[in-house]
């Protein structure tokens, strides 16, 4: 492939500190083993003088309390994480991930909650929009759930909360749920932020 002058010629690194950065970043965007002789492309040197950056790395990394390493793989080295350390990195992937939900999401959960059981066609009525990405989000959250059938043309499915909800919430049965009105909006409002990391913009009211 032809060179297009795209990015210029590329001038050697002469600074052994600077060889020693390019080559952490070139090993730290890669991830994975990158041969000698592309990080000598990096910095536009010789293999030799780009072998000694490398090991001054290494080395830098080995004796300073860090936690990543870099490995000698044959003629490529990596940089990865300190194999002490493993145990921290399971436990945070190990922890349960929490659903953030848009205001689209949450005003769909909103008028199922108190509208409930509703169909698609009805939450549609009141947002005004198509609600099926919303409505399969919240199933896939499992705070909402196909609660039965409306006993009518096409037998639409009926949509309620789950005790997933309740427990998000923190109330013990949907009848706890408090009434929709200016005062406790409010409180609403910062609960639900506060729960679920995000902002309601708007809380549709039961007799709108």
Do not use: W
């Amino acid at each position: 492939m032809e060179n297009n002058g795209m990015y210029g010629e590329c001038k050697p690194v002469e600074n052994e500190k600077d060889q020693e950065a390019v080559i952490e970043a070139v090993l730290f965007t890669m991830g994975g083993a990158v041969e000698l002789r592309q990080l000598a492309a990096a910095i536009g040197q010789d293999r030799e003088t780009t072998r000694g950056a490398a090991e001054r790395l290494m080395k830098r990394y080995q004796t300073g309390k860090k936690g990543m390493e870099i490995l000698k793989l044959e003629d490529s080295y990596q940089m990865c994480t300190r194999s002490k350390y493993y145990e921290n990195l399971i436990r945070v992937a190990a922890a349960p991930k929490k659903q953030v939900l848009s205001d689209v999401v949450l005003e769909t959960l909103s008028i199922i909650a108190y509208r409930q059981p509703v169909t698609k066609m009805e939450i549609e009525k009141i947002r005004g929009v198509k609600s099926d990405h919303a409505v399969n989000r919240l199933v896939e959250y499992d705070l909402v759930y196909e609660a039965g059938r409306l006993d009518a043309p096409g037998r639409p499915a009926l949509f309620a909360t789950t005790e997933e909800f309740l427990r998000r919430f923190g109330v013990g049965s949907l009848g706890d749920l408090p009434d929709v009105n200016p005062e406790q909006e409010a409180v609403i409002r910062a609960e639900v932020e506060e729960e679920l990391q995000l902002t309601v913009d708007e809380i549709p009211k039961e007799n709108e």
